[in-house]
């Protein structure tokens, strides 16, 4: 019993602490009824599939490439929007790929732009989610 029990106890342990909570559940489908089921979304990699399934809405990118174009620029894409500083940047990122939210799950790092004046929080908790305003855009002028 002891030699079994210890080993089932952390693996146990191991895989409670890679799922998600039930506050992120609750987030994330208050976020899918906000947008309407119609909106795309910039979340880490390894989360995407959470808030494809929970708030039904599509990311920039999730661990399933094979249902997506140009993977590598996406996945940079999404990985410079979570770590830039330049709210800018981020903007220029969002407006490409026409997304309107951004999730911060509480394993990462929050966004370093979120108080700036084109990102709203909408979510304050562990995990914290964003939204663009919309009439924020990078353009070129020549």
Do not use: M
């Amino acid at each position: 019993f002891i030699t079994t029990a210890v080993p089932a106890w952390a693996l146990v342990q191991g895989e409670l602490q890679g799922t998600i909570s039930q506050e992120e559940v609750s987030a994330l489908g208050e976020l899918g009824r906000r947008a309407g089921y119609a909106g795309v979304v910039f979340a880490p990699v390894s989360y995407g599939h959470y808030v494809e399934y929970f708030a039904g809405l599509e990311t920039v990118v999730d661990g399933y490439y094979l249902l997506r174009s140009n993977v590598p620029e996406r996945y940079r894409d999404v990985e410079r929007a979570l770590k830039t500083f330049s709210e800018t940047e981020a903007v220029g990122t969002f407006n490409k790929y026409n997304a309107s939210y951004i999730v911060v799950p509480p394993q990462v790092q929050d966004i370093k732009y979120g108080a700036g004046k084109c990102f709203k929080r909408i979510h304050a908790t562990r995990i914290r989610i964003y939204e663009i305003d919309r009439a924020c855009e990078v353009r070129v002028i020549k």
